[in-house]
């Protein structure tokens, strides 16, 4: 599981989401950080911060054995958003993805039909999830994606219970 930190944020942010199930499930979780302050694509374009977890990525297929039928990306906010943009134009190599209140899906290419999850707070003042997941999960579902879609009273945030049912999701969803 590769996981992607909100904007401003550090790997360590992203991984305190899944980190205790990551360890209790068996999962390698990858946690790399963006080049500058938040994900290439969020300030211009892709770049560096592609070439990095590419990098990442590559190392952790040299050391593991990874299942690829059981390899995901998953992120909070602008990492979600960089997610799903990722997951989307990779999903011959990413199975799954994990959004936690994104903004956006900006793919530059679809590739593969990655299953999606995507969870959103209905008080996140950040990125406000009617102009934000309930426009961009109907854009997924009708471009033909799996995805399972969960709404949760609260704020910009990813609780334990939710990142919990995303990890039930996933290692759950058929292969």
Do not use: K
Not at 81 to 103: C, Q
């Amino acid at each position: 599981v590769v996981m992607l930190h909100g904007a401003g944020g550090q790997a360590r942010h992203a991984l305190g989401i899944l980190q205790q199930i990551a360890d209790a499930e068996g999962f390698i979780l990858l946690a790399p950080d963006s080049r500058g302050s938040t994900w290439d694509v969020i300030v211009q374009n892709y770049g560096p911060d592609v070439a990095f977890i590419d990098q990442a990525l590559a190392q952790v297929f040299e050391r593991y054995a990874v299942d690829p039928a059981r390899v995901a990306i998953g992120g909070f906010s602008d990492g979600a958003s960089y997610a799903l943009s990722l997951g989307i134009a990779n999903g011959d190599l990413f199975t799954h993805v994990l959004a936690f209140s994104p903004g956006f899906a900006s793919p530059p290419a679809q590739h593969g039909e990655p299953r999606i999850y995507v969870s959103h707070g209905t008080r996140d003042a950040v990125l406000p999830i009617d102009p934000c997941s309930r426009s961009l999960v109907p854009r997924l579902q009708n471009a033909g994606y799996d995805v399972r879609y969960h709404e949760f009273d609260g704020p910009h945030t990813a609780p334990g219970d939710i990142a919990r049912e995303a990890v039930e999701w996933f290692t759950a969803a058929p292969q």
